[in-house]
């Protein structure tokens, strides 16, 4: 008599994540329907290699799907992630993260040919921690309407300096501002 193994949700995510991955196209078909689903989302792919963009998605979804297990390593290793996707660097807002994971899951949905409900509750339960951890290093500061505010009530006649303050990355603006608001 052999003993039943239950898989874990890391099991089967890890299991989709393979079927996908050997499937031809799926990233292919993960940016055309992330791209799709939404305006602002296909205007940051406009200049992308896309045969480097997969790899780099090969490479973020293993680190994803490790997270939980060797939270060190894989958080230490999503840093770069992290730290590139903030709003001082491709600005990647915490709510496009749903959109992002919600198209990856209509992707496997194509090329994984077991995918089905408790497969896409396994992907999202295991994925969740990493995610959250991405969009934790999406830091609230000044943003352009509050620069060009602050900058009218300190004079209204500062419309060209309150344009050239909200080119400035958002950590320069709010380190300016508290510095400021410190010696007053």
């Known amino acids: 008599m052999t003993a039943t193994t ?14 996908c991955n050997r499937s031809d196209g799926f ?6 329907i992330l791209k799709s689903s939404n305006a602002d989302i296909a205007a940051m792919f406009l200049k992308t290699d896309f045969t480097k963009q997969n790899g780099l998605l090969r490479v973020a ?10 939270g060190d390593a894989a958080r230490q290793a999503l840093a770069k992630t992290r730290q590139s996707h903030n709003q001082d660097g491709l600005n990647i ?9 919600d ?3 209509e992707a496997c949905a194509v090329h994984d040919t077991e995918f089905d409900t408790q497969t896409e509750e ?3 339960e295991v994925l969740l921690p990493s995610i959250n951890y991405l969009r934790s290093g999406y830091r ?5 309407a509050e620069c060009m505010s602050y900058l009218r009530s300190i004079d209204p006649n500062l419309e060209t300096v309150a344009k050239a303050w909200c080119q400035l990355p958002v950590s320069v603006r709010t380190e300016i501002v508290s ?3 410190r010696n007053t």
Do not use: I, Q
């Open 6 to 19: 239950t898989k874990t949700s890391h099991d089967l995510a890890r299991e989709s994540f393979n079927r």
């Open 27 to 32: 990233f292919d078909t993960f940016y055309t």
């Open 61 to 70: 979804l293993e680190l994803m799907l490790m997270f939980e297990r060797d």
């Open 93 to 101: 807002r915490p709510e496009l993260y749903d959109v992002w994971l």
């Open 103 to 105: 198209c990856l899951m």
């Open 122 to 124: 396994a992907w999202r």
């Open 140 to 144: 609230e500061g000044f943003g352009d």
């Open 179 to 181: 510095k400021a608001t």
